[in-house]
Nanobody, 126 residues
């Protein structure tokens, strides 16, 4: 069964850090680029970071550039999103998703992604 599972969400403080994980089962994650998206209440889902399948290229949205870092450990079939300097506007449900082609993944168009996780809630509040 193909599955992506996000974990690591929760309550973070402004200026603090959280690390999200996205673990794949039922398939080899290293065949795919992986993106992180988020959806805040009342807003559309937006892409925030993506990483290529094997050579470590990364791409970020302007809203998180310099604060978030995406990485992957293909041996563990897992992709991470290290979130630092958290802001209240980072509050959202965070999703990971796979994309067969990195050059399409960086456009953050949902149609470029084939498998999606169920999401994990991140709340930034003091």
């Amino acid at each position: 069964q193909v599955q992506l599972v996000e974990s690591g969400g929760g309550l973070g403080q402004p200026g603090g850090s959280l690390r999200l994980s996205c673990t794949a089962s039922g398939f080899n994650l290293d065949y795919y680029a992986v993106g992180w998206f988020r959806q805040a209440p009342g807003k559309e889902r937006e892409g925030v970071a993506c990483i290529s399948a094997t050579d470590g290229r990364t791409h970020y949205s302007d809203s998180v550039k310099g604060r978030f870092t995406i990485s992957r450990d293909n041996a563990k079939n897992t992709v991470y999103l290290q979130m630092s300097d958290l802001k209240p506007e980072d509050t959202a449900v965070y999703y990971c998703a796979t994309a067969p082609a990195y050059h399409r993944a960086i456009l953050f168009v949902e149609g470029a992604y084939n498998y999606w996780g169920q999401g994990t809630q991140v709340t930034v509040s003091s």
